[in-house]
């Protein structure tokens, strides 16, 4: 628990000193290792939270009181979808020639830049810190985030899709590596360590991560869905980012209002590859955040059933919408 502690109030810790006249990081801390060491469960508007500093009071304060500043971006998206990726891209595009801000921003992870963890207090430090515009993110679904404050302020918004085989195989790894209490707590159910019960729990939506019980991936991506031509949203496919990551990344950029030159367009690129995200971001190294980045790698862990389940639950879903997911490249 010490160690636990003491990762929680170094890295509040190392992005406030950035700021000036922040407010005491200590509340923030205390709530983040009481989240870790007895998760508890929160709820607003049907949807369960448990765990993991997520919080539906947040949820719900954020949606009622907070307001973002012009130019700010959320990187929205269902877990393990390409926000890091995404989140990374956009920092490069604002702040790949300011050191300090690069510095700052690459230390920023779950606890300090997603809208639903936490507590408010936390808003209040990130609007301390030495920057104009901030680059967050969220894994709330659509009912839960205030569209017309975002746009009235002057905010945009990228959503990230990803095919459903490799979003739930790297769900599956990232969770069986975070430090968790799983003893005594609901969260050995919700992310069981075995592949094949995990299957069956998270395409139940049995995991409460801001979803209503009974509600996965696909109802994530069907509540995001209408608002994916609001002028203030772009959605970005995490597949045809691997594929074309300069084509992908100038949209990103145009989205932004960021003019950027060819030869900063292919540092942007090289800076996001996953290699270099790995080398860059790895306080993650502990519980493998960054694994392989490919596509099709659900082919290594998918049994047949389990492959016909998922087309099954596209096919039932997504059928009146236009997304068609790419499952190997």
Known sequence: MDGMKEWYYQSFKEISDFGKNVPN????????VESAIQPKLTEWKGHKVYGFGFNAD?????YDNWTPWQNDVIVASFPKTGTTWVRHIVRLLYFRHDEKLMKMTGGMAMPHIYLETGIPLKFELLDKLPWDRKVLSTHVPAALFNFEKIRSAGAKVIYTIRNPKDQLVSWHKMMANVPMNREGTDLKHQYPLEWEKYFDVAISGKQQ???????YYMEHLLSWYPHRNDENVLFVVFEDLKKDPLKEIRR???FLDVKISEDDLLKVAESSSFVSMKKEYHWTDKMKFFRKGEVGDWKNHFTVAQSEKVDALVEEKLAETDIKFTYEL
């Open 25 to 32: 990081i200590q509340p923030l801390v205390d709530y983040f």
């Open 58 to 62: 947040t949820i719900k304060w954020v």
């Open 209 to 215: 991560m801001t979803n209503i019980e009974g509600e």
């Open 252 to 254: 990103i950029a145009k």
